[in-house]
């Protein structure tokens, strides 16, 4: 298995900064082996949307929306990961998630919450006005 919980949300102002992080886990997680990190977001009543990708190697991926606003890192030890949001605004407002890829495989060429096998909780973000 692979466990992952997120930390950082919040409530922020407008134009604010926040930074998640996501440590990651279990049994089935090496660093020594491919794997595929994601953060994903929900807004309420919308389905989860990507937002970046990262794996082992430090190879990224962002949706067009967040790409000049967030940055997703990894640690050097592969057990965390992160992503720096900033110039932050009132649509950002949602419960985000970490998630892992199957282990021991990269990054899908398709990039959606179907391609990720396990979830974290969620930490909340809210940004207002």
Do not use: H
Request: aromatic letters at 12%; a neutral charge.
């Amino acid at each position: 298995q692979v466990q992952l919980m997120e930390s950082g949300g919040g409530s922020v102002q407008s134009g604010g900064s926040l930074r998640l992080s996501c440590a990651v886990s279990g049994s089935r997680f090496s660093a020594n082996s491919p794997y595929c990190l994601g953060w994903f977001r929900q807004r309420t009543g919308e389905e989860r949307v990507a937002l970046a990708r990262i794996d082992r190697d430090g190879y990224t991926r962002y949706i067009d929306s967040v790409n000049s606003r967030f940055t997703i890192s990894q640690n050097a030890a592969k057990t965390s990961v992160y992503l720096q949001m900033s110039n932050l605004e009132e649509e950002d407002t949602a419960m985000y998630f970490c998630a892992s890829g199957e282990p021991g495989l990269w990054c899908r060429s398709s990039f959606s919450a179907i391609d990720f096998t396990y979830w974290g909780q969620g930490t909340r973000v809210t940004v207002s006005s």
